[in-house]
């Protein structure tokens, strides 16, 4: 039976470098977890992601991961939520990403 694992990778710092609140990321852990029963949060050792937007520079960015499994993809609705989470982290860009997986 085929499932979609959906990956939510969340920011630790603001633009100026100062850490999010924790009640800002178990504000997202109740929502998704009201929404989808569960989800795993990987935050202990955070990830870390570079980028090159332009020629030169490159961005360095500490982030978790969040994760939950679904039967069904509401696009539209993750659309929406990215959104949310997008404006509340004050993000240009937030990474939402979803993979199919077969259980096993």
């Known amino acids: 039976m085929s499932a979609h694992l959906v ?24 929502e998704l977890t009201g929404r989808f029963g569960g989800l795993t949060a990987y935050s202990r050792a955070p990830a870390t ?3 090159k937007p332009d020629e030169g520079r490159t961005v360095r960015d500490d982030v978790v991961v969040f994760e939950v499994m679904t039967d069904e993809l509401d696009r539209a609705w993750w659309a929406d939520y990215r959104e949310t989470l997008r404006r509340r982290f004050a993000q240009d860009e937030l990474v939402v990403r979803a993979h199919e997986v077969e259980r096993l």
């Open 49 to 51: 992601g570079l980028w």
């Open 7 to 30: 990956q939510l990778l969340l920011p630790l710092y603001d633009r100026e470098g100062r850490a999010f609140p924790g009640e800002r990321y178990a504000e997202v852990a109740g």
